[in-house]
């Protein structure tokens, strides 16, 4: 596809040209942050503790109002500067393509375990609602392969119009079954919560049910943590750099809460599992909203939801794949001289997304414990990112050795604390505490450690909110560091 703005290339590819209106902008980023865990992690979540789920709600909600003053700001920066992801960021803001290329080796490490996430949610979805006439192992091959090629061939601006229909899917099958479950199983929501009360009232406080650990302060420090993090999270910038304008961004900013209502049909549904499935355990849990469709509707209907559910992991897969290749095309192959150029680097980058995406499928299928565990620390370790990324877009005195002494701290700090089981440490979440060590070795650094020999001028290397201004059409696209 050739793109717009700019022509084609990496810039074309990764970000659509920068050219996606508020409304594609919308239905990109509403698909990349509903990923799996909307359909099964969400009805999992209820099912097991209750409660403490609506922590996505609350993130998400807030990270739209952090994302309204932020993502304007990081698209400005890039556009000023032709850049196309955080790791391209974070070398200009300090002038090192080598600390680009560790950035994104390590933002690798956190969003694999997304995609393997995503193959074994597709995988569960097919084998699950063909009534095992899929093995699960064909069922992850074939979210794999389909998923790779429509990356490779459409890039953020398919997923953008896959993401329409998905939104369509979607909207119309969580609808549907918001009325059809309780009036089906309880004769109504009254019925339905009158039991959820006298019954299973542990499921509506916090720490929600069983000795889950996930109190109030969890819940806070959550939502806080995860509300910075998804501003700066790789696939969210992705959405941000698409856009045309900065306006665009502002209004989706004021439009995406609205889709957080669909998160509490998953969250009630999985409640209303506890009365209709109540033998599952374990990972069994997150099929408790499938368990309730193919117990009770027709084949047709079945097929129908698991058509939006397979829309509803591709696009964030799709996403999740598109930026780890941008990441590497850009600032880690972009080193080697033979790959330096837009055009070499959009094939770089598609080549990786190829081996991103098979290394996610082989460990699916020889080693899933091991994505697993690393998934424990994708989220609060990416939030690692954010003193080096948005402090040092916004203040000047932050140096290379601040950031990147902060970096290795709060890193550290979160593998230390979640692999050693120490994740809530005294009922707050563990990212917040390493993110606390993060920020203060940062500034201490950065106030008494070496300086910047070679500091460029401010319109370099901050960032600022575009208001009132005009860039020129495809300015900066395709640009280098």
């Not at 309880?186 to 049910?209: A, I, N, Q």
């Not at 930026?323 to 330096?340: A, D, E, F, K, Q």
């Not at 990324?389 to 902060?406: E, Q």
Request: aromatic fraction near 12%.
């Amino acid at each position: 596809m050739r793109g717009r703005g700019g022509g084609g290339g990496l810039a074309e590819w990764s970000v659509g040209g920068r050219s996606l209106g508020a409304v594609f902008i919308w239905v990109l980023m509403a698909g990349e942050g509903y990923t799996s865990f909307s359909y099964l992690g969400a009805a999992g979540w209820g099912y097991n503790y209750g409660a403490p789920v609506l922590y996505v709600v609350a993130y998400m909600s807030c990270g739209y109002a952090v994302g309204y003053v932020v993502g304007p700001m990081l698209w400005s920066y890039a556009r000023t500067h032709g850049l196309v992801g955080i790791t391209d960021m974070i070398a200009h803001r300090y002038g090192r393509p080598w600390l680009g290329a560790v950035v994104a080796v390590l933002a690798t490490v956190f969003l694999l375990p997304y995609i393997q996430l995503q193959i074994t949610g597709m995988g569960v979805v097919v084998s699950t609602l063909s009534y095992g006439a899929v093995s699960l192992d064909w069922a992850y091959f074939i979210a794999f392969a389909v998923t790779t090629g429509f990356v490779v061939v459409s890039g953020l601006r398919g997923s953008a119009w896959v993401s329409v229909l998905k939104d369509v899917l979607v909207i119309a099958t969580l609808g549907f079954l918001a009325v059809y479950v309780p009036l089906h199983y309880f004769d109504g929501y009254g019925p339905f919560l009158d039991r959820m009360v006298t019954e299973k009232s542990e499921w509506l406080t916090f720490p929600g049910h069983g000795d889950s650990g996930l109190g109030q302060a969890w819940f806070v420090t959550t939502s806080f943590l995860n509300s910075l993090t998804v501003v700066i999270f790789p696939t969210t910038v992705a959405g941000y750099l698409g856009a045309r304008s900065a306006d665009a961004l502002r209004r989706n900013a004021v439009w995406l809460p609205a889709y957080n209502l669909l998160l509490f049909v998953p969250m009630l549904l999985g409640m209303a599992a506890l009365f209709v499935v109540p033998e599952l355990t374990g990972a069994d849990s997150n099929l408790a909203l499938f368990k309730l469709v193919t117990d009770s509707l027709p084949a047709w209907a079945v097929g129908v939801i698991g058509v939006a559910a397979r829309c509803r992991r591709s696009v964030p897969m799709a996403v999740f794949m598109l930026v780890i290749g941008t990441m590497w095309g850009r600032s880690v192959l972009s080193l080697v001289p033979r790959w330096s150029g837009n055009e070499r680097q959009k094939r770089a980058s598609q080549v990786v997304v190829v081996v991103a995406g098979a290394l996610a499928l082989v460990m699916t299928y020889t080693a899933p414990n091991t994505l697993v565990r690393l998934s424990l620390i994708s989220y609060e370790g990416m939030a690692q990112l954010v003193p080096m990324l948005l402090l040092g877009l916004v203040w000047r005195r932050l140096t290379l050795a601040g950031a990147v002494s902060g970096l290795v701290v709060g890193v550290g700090a979160v593998c230390g604390l979640v692999f050693t089981g120490h994740d809530p440490v005294w009922g707050v979440n563990a990212g917040i505490v390493a993110l606390a060590g993060n920020l203060v070795v940062a500034l201490c650094v950065s106030q008494y450690g070496p300086r910047d020999a070679d500091a460029r001028p401010d319109t370099q290397v901050l960032a600022s909110d575009p208001v009132d201004v005009k860039h020129p059409a495809g300015a900066g696209v395709g640009a280098g560091h």
